[in-house]
């Protein structure tokens, strides 16, 4: 009998627990790197995605022609400019799945503000190009929607103006280097480009002088009178006497910086890049020049306006002739060319020069905005010349050198820069002397006059103390003027007793209205724009209407015989 030895081949149980462990455990691991592996091809992609998103969004606003900018704000802190992410849509024709010519015609459907032919010649290009360089997310997501793999969604920076038109001339818009519409830029966005884009200084707003509240009223009130009027343009500036900061400046037409279109001339800012015979406007600087060099010793002083007045072969009259002797707040009053003229004579060619200069009429205006015009100075300057001036012909300056003069005229002497800055009490500038403090008070009293009984009586505000100056004058036109053409004017300054601010409104060819009895002067087109703007803003500024306050005039009323007239 045979005896059988089963031989029992199983492991012992620890060495089997251990082996099944380590099988685990390199399973276990070869997942772990599966997953890792898969992981990393994840970052690296997304990586890659960013890197590439970065760098499409560099593109996009590189195209677009300027790095990520500061804010710019009011003085309120209202935002003004803002850069924030915006989206772009490009297209790679060579990835392209879909019929180009129907795939146009659907992106014009989208953007019926572009051809359908652009759209087309895009799409089959050679290369990637942009479909729309600045987009709304409702308009990325129709054309998203269209399932076109070839089109891509660039993100990039885009300069928004929530404000849209607000301030548009002020503002202006960032310099860009667009191969397809290069444009230089203008307004705030140039002037302070360094200071926008450095990197240090892009966290902190840039803040403006602008009120955006009045700013909103001026132009608004601008617009009402131009559509009224049918004018061809309006033009306003609202400074601070005391410190030269510009609280609101606006021009018509006007455009939307947010899509600036292709209308040129609709950017040109009236106020800095346009110069004007202003007219009568001038003449309260005349006066007050020739206070303080002597040529005017009494006020009660009478010049003969009986008839027009013969200088060599020029003939200077008066446009509504009193046919009488003046008094010089008579002349003002009633806005007398031919006293004008005679007093400037008093005073001398030198004297008129010199206060001018100081005034910088010589020159282009002191403020940042890089789009400022020469004025037209005289070539020669001789008897007529200096007569001429006196009364704002044969020198043409722009609004704001007009109402930083102003602001010298009634703040006590002294003349400063505009400004645009937002400027601390410490910073503004000390300014420099061009009249006296004695004939600064004189003037304030002759300009209320002008307003309560003179040619300004339509921009009279109750309570708010308006003194001022009417000016219309013919345009420039083949080497004489254009008789139909008025540029009309009121410069004035409020209120008059304690002048804060000088507000300024000018109607380029406005028509005559029924409401105006068909008459054209700054009497009836400019000086009722400045009577509604002074009433709505006086609040906002904190001057609160006071129908028992007033100039004192006691001494000069004497001097005046009332006698209504138009300018």
Do not use: C
């Amino acid at each position: 009998m045979a005896t059988i030895v089963v031989r029992n081949d199983r492991l012992p149980v620890n060495r089997e627990r251990q082996n099944l462990t380590a099988t685990a455990h390199q399973r276990l691991m070869m997942i772990l790197l599966v997953i890792l592996a898969v992981a990393a091809v994840l970052v690296l992609r997304l990586a890659w995605m960013g890197v590439s998103s970065g760098l499409q969004a560099h593109t996009s606003y590189g195209a677009g022609g300027a790095p990520p900018r500061a804010d710019i704000v009011d003085r309120n802190g209202v935002p003004l400019a803002r850069t924030m992410d915006g989206y772009s849509i490009a297209v790679r024709p060579s990835r392209l799945i879909g019929d180009p010519q129907e795939l146009a015609r659907k992106l014009h459907e989208i953007f019926p503000d572009t051809p359908e032919k652009s759209f087309y010649t895009k799409l089959t290009g050679k290369g990637w190009a942009y479909l729309r360089k600045s987009a709304l997310p409702e308009q990325v997501a129709q054309v998203n929607a269209l399932g076109e793999v070839g089109i891509e969604f660039p993100r990039g920076k885009e300069r928004v103006y929530p404000q849209r038109t607000l301030a548009a001339h002020v503002l202006g818009f960032a310099p860009v280097q667009d191969a397809d519409a290069p444009q230089g830029g203008m307004g705030v966005e140039a002037a302070f480009n360094d200071r926008l884009t450095d990197p240090a200084q892009r966290n902190t707003p840039l803040a403006l002088s602008i009120d955006s509240r009045v700013q909103g009223v001026l132009e608004n009130e601008l617009y009402s009178a131009l559509v009224e009027q049918r004018a061809n343009g309006a033009t306003g500036v609202i400074l601070d006497a005391n410190t030269g900061e510009v609280i609101a400046m606006a021009s018509f037409p006007v455009f939307d910086p947010n899509k600036l279109g292709s209308n040129i001339d609709a950017r040109r800012n009236n106020v800095v890049q346009s110069r004007y015979e202003l007219g009568s406007t001038f003449k309260p600087l005349a006066f007050a020049a020739a206070m303080d060099e002597g040529a005017i010793k009494s006020l009660g002083r009478r010049y003969d306006a009986t008839a027009p007045l013969q200088v060599g072969g020029f003939r200077i009259k008066d446009d509504h002739p009193l046919g009488r002797w003046l008094t010089v707040p008579e002349a003002l009053v009633h806005s007398s060319n031919i006293v004008t003229a005679r007093i400037a004579d008093d005073m001398g060619t030198e004297a008129m020069q010199k206060i001018y200069r100081a005034l910088e009429f010589d020159r282009r205006p002191s403020i940042e905005l890089k789009e400022r015009a020469r004025t037209i100075w005289p070539s020669s300057w001789g008897r007529v010349t200096n007569m001429t001036v006196a009364y704002g012909h044969g020198i043409a300056v722009t609004p704001i050198h007009l109402a930083s003069a102003y602001a010298a005229l009634v703040n006590g002497g002294i003349w400063r820069p505009a400004t645009l800055l937002r400027l601390k009490e410490e910073d503004v500038p000390k300014g420099r002397r061009v009249y006296s403090a004695a004939t600064s008070a004189r003037m304030r009293q002759m300009l209320r006059m002008i307003v309560m009984d003179g040619t300004g009586r339509s921009a009279d505000a109750p309570g708010y103390r308006i003194g001022g100056k009417t000016g219309s004058a013919e345009k420039p036109f083949e080497g004489g003027y254009a008789h139909h053409s008025l540029v009309t004017t009121f410069a004035a300054a409020f209120p008059m007793d304690n002048p804060r601010y000088v507000v300024l409104t000018m109607m380029d060819e406005p028509k005559g209205t029924p409401a105006t009895f068909g008459l054209r002067t700054a009497a009836f087109t400019a000086a009722p724009v400045v009577k509604k703007v002074v009433t709505r803003i006086g609040p906002m500024l904190g001057i609160i209407p006071d129908e028992r306050r007033d100039v004192d005039l006691s001494e000069l009323m004497p001097l005046l015989t009332t006698v209504k007239k138009k300018d």
